[in-house]
């Protein structure tokens, strides 16, 4: 392969050296406990392409856009191409792709299903003129079924879920009732222009999630992987991570690194800050986890113990604060509200509804007597949330809950990360390269070995409802 400086890394005429094959190779491992290797590798890639719409083509100059000069767009459009079909991912999964354009959507679609792929885009709601394109190679997957999830809320956020069927032959001896499917999300969640946005970015990621468990449900899907692609708009350290992590999905990135929680970027935005954001997730069937309600109430507390201290609360303040004016030792549910109010997670648009509301004070209420006193309070509301390295100590203790695990016995898929990168390569250091022009993202690409997981007779239970 011809080796490429930094400065070609933004050729058009020249095309990168990848230490990702475009074709099935046979996975040399030898039997794992619980795993047998499968004699083949697929890919996936995730990339926010910068909607030219967004595009500023002047720092200085804030209405000047891509959009308005076809030559720059088109060209830019056609690199971004040129780098994809190069790579080859056997899931290509996309942001900011401008829909509006019928002649760049045209573009998309004719060269990406020359190369091979089945192709679908979905518009943000409302006409907002970017979404989503995700592309599946028919080599690789057959796709089963595909899903829209339309948020309808603040920010006109979308996601789209493929059920896939891993097409690449097994071993000869795999039984034939051994299922080979996988269920893929691509989406792109608010942008967090101030703090009181977490909470809309946790409900989009709370509504894939339980979409995702009835989706499994309706489809008798408890054994099959799953894999979260896309802009997440959000951090190591914010509480979507957390929330994922608790319901057992790993940054496949991270898995193969082991890298330092803040050290790789994957994004400059339009502030000019460099943060990493951008994620490819996987969860396989056998992970434990717990109740996603119960995540994602903890998750809910998590944010309002940071707007807590952000306003300089102790842990007797914060008590004493969501007490209110009640004269007694404990919390009611009204002076509870209240606290929500203030802080902005209830009363404005998209905080929390009636339902969601009702079922945080249920779970904070642990004794049920209909009011929180300070015991329940430290426990269930300022230390609910796990940090991640408290996951990782759970999860190697086997004390998460492990009422999610798989109801099948014996075989069935899953997939073991061999490699992840992002480019350009400086973005790995915590680097912002100047030369950079394709986007404002840099891409990620992680190649994937499919494995034959087992089910063992002490780990099966159902998957429970919420």
């Known amino acids: 392969m011809v080796a490429v400086t930094n400065h070609d890394m933004d050729s058009h005429s020249r095309l990168p050296a990848t230490s990702f094959p ?112 995700t592309a599946v190679h028919k080599d690789y997957f057959s796709v089963l079924h595909h899903r829209e999830l339309l948020f309808n809320d603040f920010g006109d956020r979308v996601a789209q879920l493929l059920h896939l069927q891993l097409n690449v032959p097994l071993w000869q001896n795999q039984r034939a009732n051994f299922e080979r499917e996988i269920l893929v999300v691509n989406t792109h969640l608010l942008f967090p222009h101030d703090s009181s946005l977490c909470i809309v970015r946790l409900q989009q990621v709370y509504k894939i999630l339980q979409y995702l468990e009835s989706y499994q449900k309706e489809n008798q899907l408890n054994s099959i992987p799953i894999m979260l692609c896309g802009d997440w708009n959000g951090s190591k ?40 954001v951008d994620f490819i997730w996987l969860r396989n069937a056998n992970t434990s986890r717990k109740p996603l309600k119960t995540s994602w109430g903890e998750s809910v507390f998590s944010i309002l113990k940071y707007q807590l201290r952000k306003a300089s609360m102790t842990e007797h303040d914060a008590f004493a604060f969501l007490k209110g004016d009640n ?86 898929l899953g997939f073991k990360v061999k490699s992840a990168a992002l480019f350009p390569r400086e973005v790995e250091k915590g680097l912002w390269p100047e030369h950079y022009s394709l986007s404002d993202h840099a891409r990620l690409t992680v190649m994937l070995s499919p494995v034959k997981m087992q089910c063992s007779q002490s780990r099966r239970h159902s998957l429970g409802a919420n």
């Not at 935005?269 to 990493?276: D, L, S, T, V």
């Not at 905080?351 to 426990?379: P, S």
Request: charged share 25%; hydrophobic share 35%.
């Open 22 to 133: 475009s074709v099935p190779e046979i996975e040399t491992e030898t039997r794992e406990t619980e795993q047998e290797a499968l004699p083949c590798l697929v890919s996936c890639t995730t990339f926010n392409i910068l909607a030219p719409i967004y595009k500023r083509l002047d720092p200085l100059n804030q209405g000047l856009r891509e959009s308005e000069f076809k030559a720059f767009w088109l060209d830019r459009n056609q690199r971004i191409l040129d780098w994809l079909l190069y790579e080859a991912s056997s899931i290509i999964c996309l942001q900011e792709f401008w829909v509006g354009n019928e002649e760049l959507v045209r573009m998309y679609s004719e060269r990406l299903h020359d190369a091979g792929y089945t192709t679908f885009k979905l518009g943000r709601t409302n006409n907002r003129g970017d979404g989503l394109l």
């Open 237 to 276: 350290r914010g509480h979507v991570y957390k929330l994922l992590r608790s319901q057992g999905f790993e940054s496949t990135y991270d898995i193969v690194h082991d890298t330092d929680a803040h050290k790789w970027v994957s994004h400059r935005n339009h502030r000019g800050n460099i943060c990493g």
């Open 327 to 412: 004269c007694g030792d404990f919390i009611t549910y009204s002076a509870f509200l209240e606290a929500l109010r203030q802080v902005n997670l209830i009363g404005v648009p998209s905080g929390l509804n009636f339902q969601e509301t009702r079922d945080l004070w249920i779970q904070a209420d642990t004794d049920g007597n209909g009011v929180v006193d300070y015991e329940e309070f430290k426990q269930g509301i300022w230390n609910a949330m796990l940090s991640d390295r408290e996951v990782k100590e759970e999860e190697s203790n086997g004390n998460l809950d492990s009422s999610k695990l798989s109801t099948e016995e014996g075989a069935y």
